[in-house]
C-alpha cells in the first residue's frame, strides 16, 4: 500500500518571509481538511450503499419470515409442489430452475462477451473499436420489455421450427435472450479491464517470442482477470434479477424444467407474475417475499463462488 | 479541480434535494383533498386514463395518478391506504373463488367488460362448447381434432392465478371449472397485450381476453355455446361471458373521488368515451 | 530471421494464433451483425414515423394519433433526478472501495454486499420504493419516489464500475503524485479521476442507459398516468415515463395504434440512449484531444 506522504514539505516561502509562511501553512491547513472532509464523505457514500441493502433485507425479509408460520422451512425449501391456490408452497422447482437458468446463460454469454472484449481490446484496429464501443453499449439500453417483445414473436417461432415443439417457451429461450441483455455489461467491463494491462507486460511477452494468442491467454487475461470476474459477476447479478424479458419467453409454468424447451418458472418470473395478484396479507404473498430473499442469497453465493474460482485462476 | 467543484455541487444538490423529501412530505398531506390516486386492474386503465384526463380538464385542480399492476391490488391498495380508488374486475365486497371479501369496501359499478375465447388463425374451429373448454383447460382434451379442428396439439395459454380475467373467465365461461397446468404446451402471461402477442404468434393456440383487444387477423374470436362474442348479444343476454368493472373505495367515496366516480358513472361518459372505448355502459344490462 | 529455424512447435502456435484471431474477428462479425439486426428491427419500424407532433403530444386512449410528449420529458426528468443523487453516492462508494478501505475481510464482505444488491430484481426496488413513499411518506405515486427508486437501483452497478476504473489507474501515477507532496484527496482528484474518468463514464453510460429503459420500477413507484401536461416539474405529480408507456401500448391499451405508437415508443428509447451515449462521450473526446496536444 502507498501511504501519502505528510504534507509538510515547504514549496514556497522561507523564514524570512513570515506573511507567505503563513499562507503557506494556512493552505496545508486547507487541503487537510478537504482531505478528511472528503474520506468521510466516500465512508459515507459505501455506507449509503450498504444502507439501502440493509434496508431491501430489513423490508423484504420482515414480511418474509412470515412465511415459516404456516409453512415449514423443510417443505419451502425441499418441495417441488407449488401449487399456492391449495397451500402448497415448495419453492425448490424455483430455485433448482434459477441456478440452471443462470448457469446455462452464463455458459453461452460468458466466452462470448470475454471474446467481444478480446477483440476490441487486442485485436481490433482502433477504428473498429471506436465503432464497436458505443454499439455495445446501445445493447444495454434496449428496455427489457423489447427485447421480450423480440423473443416473443422472433426467437419462439425460430426454435419452435428448430425444435418441433408446440410452445418454444422454456429455459433455451429465456438464456438466449438474457445473454444478449447481459452481453454488453460483461464485454464492455472487460474490455476496461484488458485495456488497463500495462503494455509493458504485452511487450514482455512478444519480447520472449510469443504469439498473440499467448500473449492474450497466458499474460493478458490472467493480469485482468480481476476485472474480468468483476464483469462476469455483474453480468451474471443482471441476469438472475432480469424480469420483464424473461417472463415473455420462458412459460411460466411451475414446473422443475426437464428440458431446455420445456416451459418453466424461476424466483424472478415467478415473483413477477404473481405479486400483482396475491392478497397482501396471505402466505401466499410472505412466500413471495421469501423467494426475493432467497434469490439476494443465491447470488450471494453463486458470487462467493465466483470470486473463488476467480482467485484460483489468478494463483 | 473542476470536477470537484461540480462533484460538491451534485453532493449539495443531492442534500437539498434530501430534505426537500422530508419536507416535501408534509405539504402533500395538506394538500391531498385535491389528489386522487387509482390502482388496480390494469383492464380498466384506459377507460381510467381517459376518464382522468376529461375530468383534469373540467377540475384543473384535482391531480390523479393511475397506476395498475393487477386486480386484486385494486382494493388492497384501498385498505392500505395508498389508493383512494382500488380498480378491480369483480365485486371485491364479496366473496370470489380464491379471495375473500375485502370489509367495509363499497363497490360503484363503471363499465360492463366482455371477454371471449381467441384461437390462433391457424385454428380451423369456430365453436366452442363450455363442456369442450372445460376438457380442453383441465387438460382432459389435447388435440384439436377431439373438438372438430385438424389433428394438432392444442397450446393452452392462460393468465396467471389471480388475474380479473381469468377470475371472470373461470365463472362464466368454464362454469367454474378449473385451469390446470400441464407439462407441455402450457403457458402463463402476464397482461392482455402479452395474450395477444402470445395467441397471434403461436400455432395451434386457445387463450381468452377482453373483447376489446380482438382485432387484427392473426387471431379470432370463437363463438361460445353458438354464440357469437359481440356487444350486441351481450345486451341482449344472450353472450353470458362479461363482468361488471368495479372502482372499490373505503366506505362511501366523498369529495373529489366521489365527483371522480359519479363523473365516470355519468350519461356523457358512459355513452361517449366509454362506448368508443368498446366497453358496455352500465346502464345498458338490465 | 536467418539462420532462425522455425520449430515444429513455433509454426502451431503461429497456425494456431491466426485460426484464433479468424475466430474472434468471425465471433465480433456474428455480434455485430445481431446488434445490426436487432437496431435495425426496432428503428426501421419506427423511425420513419416518427413526427415532431408524437414526441410532443400528449397520449390519446381512444382515437390513433396520440402521442408521448409527457412520458419523453418525465423520461428525462426522473432519469437526470436518479443520477443526480446516484452519481455522487455510487461513484464516492466506487472510491472508497478502491482507495480507503483495508485489505481485510470486512471490505471482501462489502464488496460482495454491493454485488448482491446489484442481483435485486428492479421490482423488488419498485416495492421498497412503494412502501417508503407511498405508504411512509403517504406522497403516492410521484417522479420524486420514481427517481429515488431508480437511483437505488443505479447504485451497486455505478459503485462497482468505478472501484474497477480507479484500481485500474497505475500505482506509478499515484506514487508519483504522493512525492509531490500532495494529500491522499489530492492525489485523487488530479490524479486518479481524469484517468479513470473513461472507465467511469463507461459506466454512467451503461447505468443510465439501463435506467432509461427500466419499466417494473417506475410502474409501482411513479405510476402509469402523467398529470397530462408538458414542461411539469413538480416532484410530486405522477410520473409515466416512455418506457413504462411502452410497457402500457404493450400491454393493455386499446387505442388501435396502440401497435403504432409501440414501435415508435421503441424507436425513440432506442435513438436517446444512443443520444446519451454521445452526449456523455463528446466532452471525454474533447478532453483526450487536449491531452494529446
Known amino acids: 500500500m502507498n501511504l501519502p506522504a505528510q504534507n509538510t514539505v515547504p514549496r514556497s516561502g522561507s523564514a524570512a518571509d513570515p506573511q507567505g509562511q503563513r499562507r503557506q501553512r494556512s493552505r496545508n491547513f486547507r487541503a487537510k481538511l478537504v482531505d478528511r472532509l472528503f474520506k468521510n464523505y466516500f465512508l459515507f457514500s459505501i455506507l449509503a450503499l450498504c444502507l439501502v441493502l440493509a434496508m431491501v433485507i430489513f423490508f423484504i425479509g420482515k414480511t418474509a419470515i412470515l412465511t415459516f408460520r404456516d409453512v415449514s422451512p423443510a417443505e419451502f425449501f425441499f418441495s417441488f409442489d407449488w401449487t399456492p391456490e391449495e397451500e402448497r408452497f415448495g419453492a425448490a422447482l424455483f430455485i433448482v430452475n434459477t441456478l440452471s437458468l443462470t448457469a446455462l446463460t452464463m455458459i453461452i454469454a460468458v466466452p462470448i462477451s470475454v471474446g467481444m472484449a478480446i477483440l476490441i481490446a487486442e485485436i481490433a484496429p482502433a477504428w473498429l473499436k471506436k465503432i464497436i464501443r458505443p454499439l455495445l453499449d446501445l445493447l444495454v439500453g434496449i428496455p427489457s420489455i423489447v427485447y421480450g417483445y423480440l423473443g416473443l414473436t422472433v426467437l419462439l417461432p425460430l426454435l419452435r421450427e428448430w425444435s418441433g415443439e408446440g410452445l418454444g417457451d422454456g429455459l433455451l429461450a429465456a438464456a438466449l435472450v438474457l445473454t444478449v441483455m447481459i452481453l454488453p455489461t460483461i464485454s464492455r467491463i472487460s474490455d476496461d479491464a484488458i485495456t488497463s494491462v500495462p503494455k509493458k507486460y504485452r511487450d514482455g511477452s512478444y519480447a520472449l517470442g510469443s504469439t498473440r494468442l499467448q500473449t492474450i491467454f497466458k499474460v493478458v487475461l490472467p493480469s485482468a482477470s480481476r476485472g474480468i470476474v468483476a464483469a462476469v459477476i455483474l453480468g451474471m447479478t443482471r441476469a438472475i434479477g432480469e424480469t420483464m424479458a424473461v417472463v415473455m419467453v420462458i412459460g411460466n409454468t411451475p414446473q422443475l424444467a426437464k428440458s431446455l424447451f420445456a416451459s418453466a418458472s424461476v424466483l424472478t418470473s415467478n415473483i413477477v407474475m404473481q405479486i400483482s395478484n396475491v392478497e397482501f396479507e396471505s402466505t401466499w404473498n410472505y412466500s413471495l417475499h421469501m423467494m426475493a430473499f432467497l434469490l439476494l442469497l443465491i447470488s450471494f453465493v453463486l458470487i462467493l463462488i465466483i470470486r473463488f474460482i476467480g482467485r484460483k485462476g489468478e494463483a | ?286 | 530471421m536467418n539462420g532462425f529455424k522455425i520449430s515444429r512447435q513455433n509454426t502451431r502456435s503461429l497456425i494456431w494464433d491466426r485460426i484464433a484471431t479468424g475466430c474472434f474477428y468471425g465471433l465480433g462479425a456474428v455480434i455485430m451483425l445481431l446488434i445490426f439486426w436487432l437496431l435495425f428491427t426496432i428503428l426501421s419500424k419506427g423511425l420513419p414515423q416518427i413526427s415532431w407532433d408524437f414526441l410532443i403530444k400528449l397520449p390519446e386512449e381512444i382515437d390513433a394519433g396520440g402521442g408521448i410528449g409527457p412520458m419523453l420529458f418525465n423520461s428525462f426528468y426522473i432519469l437526470a433526478l436518479s443520477l443526480l443523487i446516484s452519481i455522487p453516492i455510487g461513484v464516492g462508494a466506487g472510491i472508497y472501495m478502491a482507495e480507503y478501505a483495508p485489505n481485510n475481510r470486512f471490505t471482501e464482505v462489502l464488496r460482495i454486499c454491493v454485488e448482491s444488491l446489484s442481483s435485486v430484481p428492479s421490482i423488488v426496488f419498485g416495492l421498497l420504493g412503494l412502501a417508503i413513499f407511498a405508504e411512509y411518506f403517504d406522497v403516492g405515486l410521484t417522479i420524486l419516489g420514481g427517481a429515488v427508486s431508480l437511483a437505488f437501483l443505479n447504485l451497486p452497478m455505478l459503485a462497482r464500475v468505478t472501484e474497477e476504473a480507479v484500481r485500474a489507474v497505475p500505482n506509478d501515477l499515484r506514487n508519483a503524485a504522493y512525492a509531490l507532496g500532495t494529500t491522499h484527496f489530492q492525489a485523487i482528484r488530479t490524479v486518479v479521476i481524469p484517468v479513470a474518468m473513461q472507465a467511469i463514464i463507461t459506466g454512467i453510460c451503461l447505468v443510465a442507459g439501463r435506467a432509461f429503459g427500466e419499466s417494473a420500477v417506475i410502474i409501482l413507484t411513479a405510476g402509469l398516468s402523467t398529470s397530462g401536461e408538458m414542461w411539469d416539474f413538480n416532484l410530486f405529480s405522477p410520473g409515466e415515463t416512455l418506457a413504462v408507456h411502452l410497457w402500457y401500448v404493450q400491454s393493455e391499451a386499446i387505442v388501435e395504434d396502440a401497435r403504432q405508437i409501440a414501435d415508435k415508443s421503441a424507436a425513440v428509447l432506442v435513438f436517446v440512449v444512443l443520444l446519451i451515449n454521445l452526449v456523455f462521450r463528446v466532452p471525454l473526446w474533447i478532453n483526450n484531444r487536449k491531452l494529446k496536444k
Open chain 2, 1 to 286: 479541480m473542476n470536477w470537484v467543484k461540480k462533484l460538491s455541487l451534485v453532493a449539495v444538490a443531492s442534500a437539498v434535494l434530501l430534505s426537500t423529501t422530508i419536507s416535501g412530505s408534509a405539504w402533500a398531506k395538506d394538500d391531498l383533498k385535491g389528489k386522487i390516486t387509482v390502482n388496480g386492474s390494469t383492464a380498466l386503465l384506459p377507460l381510467t386514463l381517459q376518464a382522468a384526463k376529461e375530468f383534469q380538464k373540467l377540475h384543473p385542480k384535482v391531480k390523479i395518478a393511475a397506476s395498475g399492476k393487477g386486480s386484486v391490488t385494486g382494493p388492497q391498495a384501498v385498505k392500505k391506504g395508498i389508493a383512494d380508488i382500488g380498480a378491480c374486475d369483480w365485486d371485491a365486497s364479496m366473496d370470489v373463488p380464491g379471495f375473500k371479501a375485502f370489509e367495509g369496501q363499497v363497490a360503484n359499478k363503471v363499465a360492463v367488460i366482455p371477454f371471449a375465447t381467441i384461437v390462433n388463425k391457424s385454428v380451423n374451429v369456430d365453436n366452442l362448447t363450455t363442456e369442450q373448454l372445460k376438457g380442453i383447460y383441465a387438460g382432459k382434451i389435447t388435440n384439436w381434432k377431439e373438438v372438430g379442428g385438424s389433428d394438432e396439439d392444442i397450446v393452452v395459454i392462460t393468465r396467471s392465478f389471480g388475474s380479473g380475467t381469468r377470475v371472470n373467465y373461470q365463472a362464466k365461461a368454464l362454469d367454474g371449472g378449473d385451469i390446470v397446468k400441464k407439462a407441455k404446451n402450457y403457458k402463463e402471461v402476464g397482461s392482455s397485450g402479452d395474450m395477444k402477442t402470445a395467441v397471434a404468434t403461436t400455432p395451434n393456440s386457445i387463450g381468452y381476453i377482453d373483447l376489446t383487444y380482438i382485432s387484427g387477423t392473426d387471431i379470432k374470436a370463437v363463438k361460445h355455446d353458438g354464440v357469437e362474442a359481440t356487444v350486441e348479444n351481450v345486451i341482449n343476454g344472450k353472450y353470458k361471458i362479461w363482468s361488471y368493472g368495479y372502482y372499490m373505495t373505503k366506505g362511501e367515496p366523498t369529495g373529489a373521488t366521489k365527483a371522480f366516480i359519479e363523473y365516470v358513472q355519468s350519461k356523457k361518459f358512459q355513452e361517449g368515451s366509454l362506448k368508443k372505448l368498446k366497453f358496455i355502459p352500465i346502464s345498458a344490462m338490465k
